[in-house]
């Protein structure tokens, strides 16, 4: 680890510390409160997990609901790749994602979590585009992110079985790492379950009522359940957010394809970003294969997403897909002959229409508190610290402050 690096580290160590510190002189948390608070929250994917377990380890009574299962939403048809790249614009979201980055390191030890940290190889086909991220690169070191632009060599030395033919310059990104969104979901929920927490599955969230005692009343298809305060962590399902925090979150849901193939024998160090295919292993030897541009967008394809479907309707349809991807893939990574398919995942991204998370009470409800984003697998970590702080506390966040739901949306295209 650079000494920058190292420094940092400790500064975001001593930063989540102080921040403990106050929740433990909380009385609410100490024990001699006259009531457990009881929080609820709705959606046990990467994010709501977190929430969860942040929540539970301060003392909270947390109820955790999920229509579907733990990690069944877009943190199961998801790249999966924790970085604060690029990408992540403007400043404060770059700070905030090297934020979750380091929420990452923090949880990782905490819980003995398996992550992969192998830094990221990044570059373009095109002549332009190739210089457009050699000026982000400047912009990233600027930010104090150790990202730097290598040869072709060089980058052959750290991903000795990647063709870097015709990539000139390649974009590295060493804090960047990987899980499996699953995975990490169910350590974080049952982590969260061994300190009191509970979770349901296979329960819907169908109305949240006020009642007379300034309490909420959870209607669900698995009875009502009674909250001080309520957690929407519900991805992109944005009619959850429309009824139950009674706000219009303007948000655009796009379809990525992922596939997954069975373990293979170690082929990749890090994350791989090439033209038109992303890569990465993960560690228990799975390839998990994303793409930049989507899918064909052909009207058979369009027909298909219609309905929002995880999965394609056919093996045959879901082998062509694989197929597609792999090929991809085969242009940059030398793989043995023989990969098998293990999954076609369609994924939907939670995404706000300016690319940003929304995090904070519904404008609506005060009571009810929207946890809705893209990269919430980069930022998972962070989030569950500080929505817990802010739910516990009840105090305002800085870090959040540019991510409340009652900021101006202008409309941003990203992914
Ligand atoms: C193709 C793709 C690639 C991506 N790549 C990356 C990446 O590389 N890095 C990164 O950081 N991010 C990436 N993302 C984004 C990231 O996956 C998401 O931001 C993250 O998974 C969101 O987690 P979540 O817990 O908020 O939502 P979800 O995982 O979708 O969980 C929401 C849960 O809420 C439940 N729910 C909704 N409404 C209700 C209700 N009324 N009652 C009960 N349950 C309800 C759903 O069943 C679901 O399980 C990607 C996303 C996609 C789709």
Redesign the pocket.
């Known amino acids: 680890m650079s000494d920058q690096l190292a420094i940092r580290r400790r500064r975001f160590s001593q930063w989540l510390a102080a921040s403990s510190i106050s929740l433990l002189a909380n009385p609410a948390l100490s024990g001699s409160a006259p009531k457990q608070k009881h929080i609820v929250i ?7 997990s977190s929430i969860a377990y942040h929540l539970a380890k301060w003392g909270v009574k947390v109820t955790l ?4 299962t733990v ?5 199961h ?6 970085n604060a790249t690029w990408a992540k614009q403007p400043e404060h979201y770059h700070a905030f994602s090297q934020t979750g980055v380091d929420a990452w390191h923090e949880l990782q030890t905490e819980l003995d979590l398996p992550i992969k940290w192998g830094g990221s190889l990044e570059w373009f086909s095109s002549a332009s585009r190739q210089q457009q991220l050699a000026t982000d690169i400047i912009e990233q070191q600027k930010w104090g992110e150790p990202a730097q632009i290598i040869d072709a060599a060089e980058a052959l030395k750290r991903e000795p079985l990647v063709n870097f033919t015709g990539a000139s310059l390649v974009a590295e990104s060493p804090r960047d790492g990987a899980l499996d ?1 699953v995975v990490i979901s169910k350590l974080l929920v049952s982590a969260a379950e061994t300190l009191g927490s509970k979770t349901i599955e296979a ?3 169908v109305n949240i009522q006020n009642a007379p005692d300034g309490q909420k009343v959870v209607q669900t298809t698995c009875g009502d359940i009674t909250a001080d305060r309520v957690v929407l ?5 944005s009619s ?1 957010v429309a009824r ?1 925090g009674r706000f219009e979150l303007p948000q655009r849901s796009t379809a ?1 394809v ?1 596939v997954i193939t069975d373990p293979l024998p170690p082929l990749l160090n890090g994350i791989l970003v090439a033209p038109g295919v992303h890569i990465h292993q993960r560690i228990d030897g799975r390839l998990v294969i ?1 793409e930049q541009e989507g899918a064909p967008d052909t009207e058979a394809h369009r027909a298909r997403l219609m309905g929002r479907p995880t999965a394609f309707p056919t093996a045959d349809i879901s082998a062509e897909h694989a197929r597609r991807l792999l090929t991809l893939a085969r242009q940059y990574l030398q793989m043995p002959d023989k990969v098998v398919v293990n999954e076609v995942v369609i ?4 995404l706000p229409l300016d690319g940003l998370p929304v995090i904070g009470p519904s404008p609506e409800d005060s009571d009810t508190y929207i946890a ?7 930022l998972a970590a962070v989030v569950g610290h500080l929505v817990a702080r802010e739910l516990i506390d009840g105090v305002d966040m800085a870090e959040l402050s540019p991510y409340r739901a009652n900021r101006v949306f202008a409309s941003a295209n990203r992914y």
């Open positions: 709705v959606g046990a994917g990467i994010v709501g609901l999920d229509r579907n990690a069944s939403g877009a943190s048809g998801t790249f999966a790749w924790i969104p329960c819907d969230v962590a519900t991805g992109a399902d959850s139950l990525g992922i994303g994924g939907w991204r939670p809705v984003m893209h990269s919430g697998v980069s």
